[in-house]
């Protein structure tokens, strides 16, 4: 996604940047295979946590640590492409108006893209993937939380 005049918030909190730094992994996995870097990039993020935090999302950050430290970057794009892109049809749709309506998705689409429209957003020109894929999905959360944490801009993260 392009983001239009608004500017982020270089500034985030702690939490807001945990969240943007969500958010791109989540599109980064939704929008091709981990490769080796990325692996290790999960792997040494889940050592830097210390033992002391027992919370439920470090111990689960830990456990993907773990098997992003173990696993075959060519296993894992392999896998990637069985699940999301598959032969003939993939067994998971990464887009998510697969998931909202059997019929009428295009004025689903119109109608994201108003939306996109409305915040200043666009598709990336060079991009052949619809604005519906969940890796677009989680780029516009990204920009939402780089936007701030003001009442109204919690209130777009929300809506979106």
């Known amino acids: 996604m392009n983001a239009g005049q608004g500017a982020a918030d270089p500034d985030l909190d702690d939490i807001d940047r945990a ?3 969500l958010y791109a992994l989540l599109a980064r996995l939704y929008y ?6 990325l692996l290790q990039r999960i792997a040494k993020a889940g050592g830097q ?3 002391e935090d ?15 430290d173990s696993t075959d970057p060519a296993a894992a794009q392999q896998a990637y492409d069985d ?3 598959g032969t003939g049809r993939a067994q998971v749709s990464p887009y998510a108006t697969y998931y909202l309506t059997p019929t ?3 004025k689903v689409l119109v109608v994201l893209r108003g939306e996109l429209a409305a915040m200043g957003l666009s598709r990336n020109e ?13 780029d516009v959360m990204r920009h939402l939380v780089q936007c701030g944490s003001s009442d109204a801009a919690l209130q777009d ?3 979106f």
């Open 19 to 21: 969240r943007d730094d």
């Open 32 to 37: 091709r295979g981990p490769d080796r870097e």
């Open 49 to 51: 946590l210390g033992t």
């Open 54 to 68: 027992r919370s439920p999302v470090a111990d689960a950050w830990r456990t993907l640590a773990g098997i992003a």
């Open 83 to 85: 699940l999301f892109v």
């Open 104 to 106: 009428g998705r295009e």
């Open 126 to 138: 060079t991009s052949g993937e619809p604005e519906d894929h969940f890796a677009a999905l989680f």
């Open 157 to 159: 993260q929300r809506r």
